[in-house]
């Protein structure tokens, strides 16, 4: 015990005051401040990161708005490809489930070839999309806002739902231009046809 004259470390006269309440105290004050500079980069890196994922999802956002464009009028075909793949890129760092970047890639895919087709757009006139795919590529596109917009929240449910209807729409799509008739092959002929040209 250390007895304190008056005056002296502004104690009055009498207090003692023992070293190790004096070690206590500035282990105490030096715990607070570590504890105090933990938390605060804690906090610096929170605020960060959400500022990073913030922009991932805008980032994203503005990604997904160009996609149309790369699906009609058709671009070319390794064109189409990067800007999938960016897309996808961007949509993986915004955390977009893997279930409806999946369905993006397959409908985006599926409009594309339906879009290009294989030259049976007549002459003169624009090639284009049928109205079920792009249905199934906007129900794909407003589900990826929605989870752009939570937050990155996802649905896994409503995800899986996604990309089943877009299984189904692209599977028959796929079945129907597997059914056209191919660019600059003849029209379909009605009825039965007298044979000439015969070969023996």
Do not use: N
Request: with cysteine.
């Amino acid at each position: 015990m250390v007895r304190v004259a008056a005056g002296a470390g502004g104690l009055p006269l009498g207090v003692e005051v023992s070293l190790l309440e004096v070690g206590v105290g500035a282990a105490g004050a030096m715990l607070a401040a570590l504890v105090g500079a933990m938390v605060g980069g804690w906090l610096t890196r929170l605020s960060a990161e959400a500022s990073a994922k913030a922009t991932a999802r805008h980032t994203a956002q503005h990604s997904l708005a160009r996609l149309y464009v790369l699906l009609w009028p058709p671009t070319r075909h390794v064109e189409f490809l990067a800007g999938v793949e960016a897309l996808d890129a961007d949509l993986v760092v915004a955390g977009v489930s893997p279930e409806l970047r999946a369905a993006l890639v397959r409908v985006a895919t599926e409009c594309w070839q339906d879009a290009a087709g294989d030259g049976a757009a007549p002459p003169g006139q624009e090639p284009a999309i049928a109205t079920r795919l792009l249905g199934a590529y906007r129900r794909v596109r407003d589900a990826i806002l929605v989870e752009l917009g939570s937050g990155g929240r996802r649905d896994r449910v409503r995800a899986r739902a996604v990309l089943d209807h877009v299984e189904e729409v692209v599977t028959e799509s796929a079945r129907d231009r597997e059914s056209r008739p191919a660019a600059g092959s003849p029209a379909p002929v009605a009825g039965p046809q007298p044979l000439t040209g015969i070969r023996e």
